[in-house]
């Protein structure tokens, strides 16, 4: 008698009513490719999340951004902070921007807390003293009113611009603009108000600022050291590759400005924040991938747990498998059988996971534990993944059942 090929939709109906018939052994067989699943969509949306996280923060901080700060001074064996050794100046800066190629901007900072009032309210908030360059390199762009101009830095003007934080502090739903407040005492005048950032990857809100121009800071509000002193100089490289190629460069420059001899150290700093926020990045990826692995472990688990159960199954139904043959059957009708009850019980298995992982990730955002970020191809490949795992473990079950003698399965009892 000619044996014909089942078709595949038969196969599918069969394992269908194969998967029905155990209810509850198929949900406990789908369990481990259930957390498999989600636990990777979570593990790799939380991860995910910290990487956008990071490159916000970058955004944030503008692009390739380098620091240079005043040195670390010594005392009796004591040893300052940053800055404790007041040695750069706005025309260190200047030099920079203008010498060396690879750098597009220098800007210069001088800041620190202050109490600031405008008529019967007040606020504690950082002072920054700059020029139009620091919002150049920022990218942070005025909402309304104004940026400094050149007379204002000229002639150490008495006006300042808000962040949305002390303007929603101070004037509420008050125009800021032409009003004054006062810094310690001396007036200024309110001439732009800068767009809202929000919070920075430290959680230090960005809005909460207010800026006056770097000449007014030297000369009228804070007190300096020497003439031109600032705290930092913040640089913008032409490229993220110049950050790293220029540090020699602005070492070298540096040190011949601030006639410093061949035994003696630097007294400035330098902070590359490209690869700073580059290294914190390459470290996520790498917990990604850890996260996403340790979450695969589950789904190898199910798989182990399919070919169990699909074993048990085939000993279970060797009868049911001795009549198919007997009847037209061939080896690989049977293997496709079994195989496609495992493949099915994995995609349930993966679908369900999915949905769980999706709501997981969303719970997790939400309750504002850590940051999560889920991709379209996040969700795809451990789903993808669980289809393999059926494939992979189900096809020794189905071998197995493909190889039995038609005549000995009708006499299995």
């Known amino acids: 008698m000619k044996k014909h090929s089942i078709d595949i939709s038969v196969i599918f109906n069969i394992a269908i009513r194969a998967i029905k018939a155990n209810k509850m052994r198929s949900i406990l067989t ?8 989600a636990a990777v969509i979570v593990m790799l949306a939380i991860g995910n999340g910290a990487q956008k996280s990071i490159q916000n923060e970058m955004k944030s901080m503008g692009a390739n951004i380098m620091m240079i700060r005043s040195g670390v001074a010594t005392s009796g064996g004591v040893r300052g902070g940053f800055g404790s050794q007041p040695t750069m100046k706005l ?16 800007a210069p900072v001088l ?7 405008y008529a019967n309210t007040n606020w504690s908030t ?29 002639n150490a003007t008495k006006v300042a611009i808000l962040g949305q ?35 920075n990857g430290m959680g230090q809100d960005q809005d909460d600022a207010v800026f ?17 002193q600032v705290h ?70 199910g798989g182990i747990g399919i070919m169990n159960i699909m074993l048990v199954s085939v000993t279970e139904r060797t009868r049911e498998i001795g009549i198919r043959m007997a009847i037209g059957a061939r080896s690989w009708d049977i293997r496709r059988q079994f195989l496609m009850e495992s493949l099915v019980l994995s995609f349930i298995g993966g679908l369900i996971g999915v949905i769980i992982g999706i709501i ?33 473990f189900g096809y020794f079950p189905a071998y197995k059942a493909s190889l039995l003698n038609p005549i000995n399965a009708l006499r299995y009892e």
């Open 30 to 37: 789908s369990l481990g490719i259930i957390i498999g699943v």
């Open 91 to 106: 025309s260190d800066g200047n030099a920079i921007e203008e010498k060396i190629s690879k750098i597009k901007s220098a």
């Open 126 to 154: 950082n002072i920054t003293g700059t020029d139009n360059r620091y919002f150049e390199i920022k990218e942070w762009a005025i909402d309304y009113g104004r940026s400094f101009v050149e007379t204002d830095v000229k």
């Open 360 to 392: 997981g990730s969303f719970i997790i955002s939400a309750s504002g534990a850590m940051t999560t970020e889920l991709s379209l191809f996040y969700v795809i490949l451990p789903f993808s993944f669980s289809g393999l795992v059926g494939l992979f």
């Open 232 to 301: 930092m100089v913040m640089l913008q490289a032409i490229d993220s590759q110049s950050t790293y190629t220029s540090q020699d460069e602005i070492r070298a420059l540096l040190r011949q400005r601030h006639n410093l001899g061949a035994n003696k150290d630097d007294d400035f700093i330098i902070m590359n924040l490209t690869q700073m926020m580059e290294m914190m990045e390459n470290s996520t990826k790498i917990m990604t991938i850890l996260l996403g692995s340790i979450a695969s472990i589950s789904l190898l688990v």
């Open 212 to 228: 006056i121009p770097i000449s007014t800071a030297q000369k009228k509000l804070m007190g300096v050291s020497f003439p031109d």
């Open 165 to 199: 934080t002390v303007v929603n502090e101070l004037f509420g739903d008050v125009d800021p603009l032409n009003r004054t407040i006062r810094i310690k005492g001396v007036p200024f005048v309110v001439i732009g108000v800068l767009e809202k950032r929000g919070e």
């Open 111 to 117: 800041s620190e807390g202050a109490q600031i009032i």
